[in-house]
Protein backbone atom coordinates (compact mmCIF):
# COMPACT_ATOMS: atom_id res chain seq x y z
CA UNK A 1 0.00 0.00 0.00
CA UNK A 2 2.86 2.29 0.82
CA UNK A 3 4.19 1.84 -2.96
CA UNK A 4 1.13 2.92 -3.94
CA UNK A 5 0.89 5.79 -1.92
CA UNK A 6 -2.10 4.65 -0.18
CA UNK A 7 -2.42 4.79 3.76
CA UNK A 8 -1.44 1.97 5.41
CA UNK A 9 -4.39 0.69 7.94
CA UNK A 10 -2.93 0.15 11.45
CA UNK A 11 -2.74 -3.35 12.74
CA UNK A 12 -4.00 -4.81 16.02
CA UNK A 13 -2.28 -7.09 18.26
CA UNK A 14 -3.59 -10.48 19.17
CA UNK A 15 -2.25 -12.54 21.58
CA UNK A 16 -2.94 -16.10 21.73
CA UNK A 17 -3.35 -18.22 24.05
CA UNK A 18 -3.29 -22.30 24.28
CA UNK A 19 -5.86 -23.23 26.98
CA UNK A 20 -4.34 -26.48 26.93
CA UNK A 21 -0.85 -25.10 28.44
CA UNK A 22 -0.52 -26.31 32.03
CA UNK A 23 -0.47 -22.21 33.02
CA UNK A 24 -3.95 -21.29 31.73
CA UNK A 25 -4.66 -24.74 33.30
CA UNK A 26 -3.81 -23.70 36.99
CA UNK A 27 -4.78 -20.11 36.11
CA UNK A 28 -8.17 -21.43 35.83
CA UNK A 29 -8.01 -23.41 38.93
CA UNK A 30 -6.94 -20.39 40.65
CA UNK A 31 -9.61 -18.03 38.99
CA UNK A 32 -12.93 -20.85 39.63
CA UNK A 33 -11.03 -20.97 43.43
CA UNK A 34 -11.06 -16.78 44.01
CA UNK A 35 -12.60 -14.85 41.38
CA UNK A 36 -11.11 -12.02 43.14
CA UNK A 37 -7.88 -13.23 43.20
CA UNK A 38 -4.77 -10.13 43.25
CA UNK A 39 -2.72 -12.97 42.24
CA UNK A 40 -4.57 -13.71 39.34
CA UNK A 41 -4.72 -10.43 38.37
CA UNK A 42 -0.61 -10.48 38.79
CA UNK A 43 -0.74 -13.66 36.33
CA UNK A 44 -2.63 -11.79 33.84
CA UNK A 45 0.08 -8.81 33.77
CA UNK A 46 2.82 -10.83 33.60
CA UNK A 47 2.01 -12.99 30.79
CA UNK A 48 0.74 -10.17 28.48
CA UNK A 49 4.46 -8.62 29.86
CA UNK A 50 5.78 -12.01 28.19
CA UNK A 51 4.42 -10.90 24.96
CA UNK A 52 5.40 -8.34 24.91
CA UNK A 53 9.05 -9.01 25.52
CA UNK A 54 9.08 -11.82 22.91
CA UNK A 55 7.66 -9.18 20.29
CA UNK A 56 10.27 -6.81 21.14
CA UNK A 57 7.98 -4.33 22.34
CA UNK A 58 8.52 -2.81 26.17
CA UNK A 59 6.70 -3.82 28.90
CA UNK A 60 3.97 -0.78 29.91
CA UNK A 61 4.85 -0.76 33.59
CA UNK A 62 8.57 -2.53 33.84
CA UNK A 63 8.17 -1.58 38.03
CA UNK A 64 4.75 -3.83 38.77
CA UNK A 65 6.41 -6.42 35.92
CA UNK A 66 9.88 -6.84 38.36
CA UNK A 67 7.56 -6.72 41.31
CA UNK A 68 5.31 -9.49 40.24
CA UNK A 69 8.23 -11.82 38.75
CA UNK A 70 10.30 -10.61 42.17
CA UNK A 71 7.06 -12.20 44.49
CA UNK A 72 7.11 -15.05 42.50
CA UNK A 73 9.99 -15.90 42.38
CA UNK A 74 10.24 -15.73 46.70
CA UNK A 75 7.30 -17.90 46.38
CA UNK A 76 8.60 -20.73 44.98
CA UNK A 77 11.78 -20.22 46.97
CA UNK A 78 9.64 -21.20 50.13
CA UNK A 79 7.95 -23.81 48.48
Do not use: C, W
Request: aromatic share 6%.
Amino acid sequence: MRAMNQDVPPSKRVLELNPKHTILKQMKALFEKDKESDRLGDYIDLLYGQALILEGSPVKAPKSFARIVSELMMESATK
